[in-house]
């Protein structure tokens, strides 16, 4: 199977006039399938908006992202390899109350990416709904409920199904965990990690909590106003950080007793 990459040369995100806020500021990067990447920073450090871009939900205001050797603002003018792009490239966001539509049930909003991405009938996209939920301790029961009827955590879960239903190259998740209890989080940690190793998928891991992002990630990158200030082999940073503001981040991790990876023991979760 060939590699899922994205390439990033100086990548800026200004939001607003050409003097208005810059959130990204010349990030020059890559991501593939063949590795978990955390990307962590405190608010307005700018890693949820460059998620965001990855995914085609924003676009650059100046620089390329390319995926798999093509520019990113010509797949997104191209149906075909716009779904194709989807298909490999899932998002899991922070807010997922507006992310369901609250006129269908959450089976239904599983399945549709499952059928309408993922190619499978509606029998075969059902089955599989129910696989993935049971994986992600959720009663596949549940499904036949709307959004807003089941908790914050457990909606989360469902976002968390919905994006893997279709079996991505690259799963971008933005601050999946952090609405989730420590003991649910080790689940739905352990889980990705087996996703990703298993189907040879990348995960970008977005988060502010050092714990989850040192516990699922190979390589780490530190973000600070808009720009990449580290980026190396995750034990590397966590252990000897080079950039002031990495060991600042890292102290106020250590000094709020949160920077302790093994609170998620390792477990192998089956992924059907």
């Known amino acids: 199977m060939n590699t899922a990459e994205f390439v990033l040369e100086n990548v800026v995100k200004r939001f607003g ?11 020059s990067t890559r991501f593939s399938n063949t590795q978990a990447v955390g990307i962590i920073g405190e608010s307005g450090s700018g890693k949820s908006t460059l998620g ?4 085609g939900l924003e676009n650059p205001t100046s620089g ?7 520019e990113l603002a010509d797949i997104r003018r191209s149906r075909p390899r716009l779904e194709e792009f989807r298909r490999e490239v899932q998002l899991i966001g922070q807010d997922t109350t507006s992310s369901f539509d609250p006129r269908h049930s959450l089976r239904e909003s599983i399945m549709y990416p499952a059928m309408n991405l993922g190619g499978l009938n509606r029998r075969d996209a059902y089955e ?3 696989e993935v939920l049971l994986q992600l301790g959720l009663a596949p029961a549940m499904a036949d409920r709307a959004a807003g009827s089941v908790s914050g955590g457990q909606r989360q879960r469902f976002a968390i199904a919905r994006a893997l239903i279709v079996e991505p190259r690259i799963l971008v998740c933005d601050e999946v965990v952090s609405a989730l209890d420590v003991s649910v989080q080790g689940g739905i940690l352990n889980f990705l990690k087996t996703f990703s190793r298993t189907r040879a998928a990348g995960i970008i891991f977005i988060s502010h909590g050092l714990p989850a992002t040192a ?5 780490l990158m530190v973000m600070y106003q808009g ?3 580290e980026n190396g082999p995750t034990r590397e940073v966590v252990t000897n950080p080079a950039h002031d503001y990495t060991k600042k981040l890292l102290a106020g991790y250590h000094n709020t007793g949160d920077a302790d990876a093994h609170q998620y023991p390792e477990k192998e979760t089956h992924v059907a």
């Open 64 to 70: 390329s992202i390319r995926f798999n050797g093509e």
């Open 227 to 229: 720009g990449i200030v």
């Open 17 to 27: 006039s050409k003097h208005g806020h810059v959130a990204v500021d010349r990030v």
């Open 215 to 219: 516990f699922i990630s190979q390589e």
């Open 52 to 55: 965001r871009m990855l995914c």
């Open 128 to 130: 599989k709904t129910d």
